[in-house]
């Protein structure tokens, strides 16, 4: 049996930098674990993925459980995820101007949100001037995510507009999801350089460069997150870096809270001011639908 993860309180991270956790990391457990577990294990704050459950669609919900975890909402993820599509209507213009509210009522300083789907055509027309709009008017930085073509057999599928890579698009602000880039057979790395100063979040995990998006433990995969971290803090940079793994398969309780250790370890370990070298340890090889 692995030796337990240890969940002594770590390192800081470079005064810049805060650590947070995303509540799409428990699923399918609830939201209030998400928060409980951030606050035993010691980040910084929470990322809030809106979608069907209701407790992620309810502010007053959402700052009592901040309150009561002493776990600041620090980013506000919007529900434009394909299994999402329905929450709060079908308007996705709306969805958006909705979450920045919701950012605001919180306090979270940040909005993540993925590019239009191909066939929300008239939200894709003036979606980059609603981001820029919104971010102004309310100084909620609006992150468009990086996301990745949709692949079947040998066959690519271009599922967004004006399309699902940042870099080639003129947004004020960006998100970086590793676990995407992996997806799209980018070098995390070298989107960083390409984003330059437009980087204003990062969603940390992993994968292998492969057709699934796997959102690994950081470690497990081939995505260099440590290289990309040390790189942060070399760039003085200042932003959140939001763990957002899954843990679906995690058969046990155990299981799931070891996986977020272990992920704010290799966090706090690359985003010290000096950094140390951190060897995630393996996970639990199971099937999602083994899940507790």
């Known amino acids: 049996m692995p030796e337990p993860i240890r969940t002594e309180p770590q390192e800081p991270a470079a005064p810049d930098v805060q650590v947070t956790l995303s509540t799409a990391s428990v699923f399918p457990r609830r939201v209030p674990l998400a928060f409980e577990a951030a606050a035993e294990l010691g980040y910084d704050g929470i990322e809030v993925m809106i979608w069907s459950e209701e407790v992620t669609q309810n502010p007053r919900s959402l700052a009592k459980l901040s309150a009561d975890n002493g776990m600041p909402v620090r980013s506000v993820h919007a529900p434009t995820l394909l299994v999402s599509q329905r929450v709060w209507g079908r308007s996705p213009d709306a969805k958006l101007e909705r979450t920045t509210e919701m950012a605001l009522e919180l306090g979270a300083g940040t909005v993540v949100v993925h590019p239009p789907f191909r066939w929300q055509y008239k939200y894709a027309r003036q979606f980059q001037d609603q981001v820029r709009e ?159």
Not at 217 to 233: D, F, H, Q
């Open 134 to 292: 919104l971010s102004e008017t309310t100084g909620v930085t609006i992150a468009v995510e990086n996301m990745y073509p949709w692949r079947g057999g040998r066959r690519e599928f271009q599922a967004y507009l004006p399309g699902w890579d940042p870099a080639e698009h003129d947004y004020d602000a960006v998100t970086l999801d590793l676990s995407h880039a992996s997806v799209a057979q980018q070098d995390a790395l070298t989107l960083l350089h390409t984003f330059g100063d437009r980087l204003r979040h990062v969603h940390l995990a992993d994968g292998n460069h492969g057709a699934r998006d796997e959102h690994l433990v950081p470690g497990r995969g081939s995505m260099r997150a440590e290289k990309v971290l040390e790189e942060l803090v070399a760039r003085r940079w200042s932003g959140d870096v939001c763990v957002e793994i899954s843990t679906r398969a995690a058969r046990t309780a155990a299981e799931r809270h070891d996986d977020l250790a272990a992920s704010l370890q290799f966090a706090r370990a690359y985003l010290s001011p000096t950094p140390h070298e951190f060897h995630t340890p393996p996970g639990a090889h199971h099937r999602p639908h083994d899940a507790w």
